[in-house]
């Protein structure tokens, strides 16, 4: 067996905010894994087979597979966290996996009914967008007490890492809207944690795996 074929498999999209929140902390613990790109509307069958719901992203470790992106952060950071996201500057860690019980659960259904009106034609666009405005004023305000700009302390923890991808997401649905509404701290630490170079290292662009494809080896040198 090759050292590559022995690593766990990560399968990943690129764009998906799960995802993103998986692939930083694999990387910033150097948890070294053999990346998947996948393609949402042709799931390969490899992933089909060890994860039946093929929600991405999805860990396959010795005996073991990781559906949840939460669950991969933390299994990755348990090994390895050298910049203490598991223990914050301010609060503990049940503080923040509340928050972002708060952005996976309430956040995320008004995000989805705001970036895809489509799919539900039922839901209220202005009662959605209210609801995601209502939350993200919650950051907002934590932000504005914090001097050094994080959720929870003066340097960035899990919660920053975890909910980031779904703020940014929602800025991505109307820039100049985002750009008008009243937070200005919540704006700046979106755009701190875009710049860093753990995110940009983590979205690098993979073609779409195939069975026989050579392996990709994440995280990558550089990232």
Known sequence: MSATSALPVLYSFRRCPYAIRARMALAVSGQ????????????????????????VPVLV?????????????????????????LIPGRGDLG???ELIAQCDGPFKRALDRCKYPNRYPD?????????????????????????????????????????????????????????????PHLRAW???????????GVMHKYEAWKPG???????PPTA
Do not use: N, Y
């Not at 070294?32 to 719901?53: F, G, H, I, T, Y």
């Not at 990781?66 to 669950?71: G, K």
């Not at 755009?191 to 940009?200: G, K, M």
């Open 190 to 200: 979106l755009v701190r944690w875009q710049q860093s170079p753990l995110f940009l």
């Open 32 to 55: 070294r894994c053999e990346l998947r790109e996948v393609v949402l509307r042709d799931k390969p069958a490899a992933l089909l087979a060890v994860s039946p719901q093929a929600t």
């Open 213 to 219: 494809a050579p392996p990709v080896v994440f995280p």
């Open 123 to 183: 839901a209220s666009p202005a009662d959605e967008r209210a609801a995601a405005h209502a939350w993200l004023r919650v950051l907002e305000q934590r932000l504005a007490l914090e001097p050094g700009g994080h959720l929870f302390g003066p340097r960035a923890a899990l919660a920053d890492m975890a909910i980031a991808p779904f703020v940014r997401q929602f800025a991505g649905i109307d820039d100049a809207q985002w750009q008008a509404a009243p937070w």
């Open 61 to 85: 470790l010795p005996g073991q597979v990781l559906e949840h992106s939460l669950d991969i952060m933390r299994w990755a950071l348990a090994a390895h966290d050298p910049h203490g996201w």
């Open 95 to 97: 503080a923040m996996l």
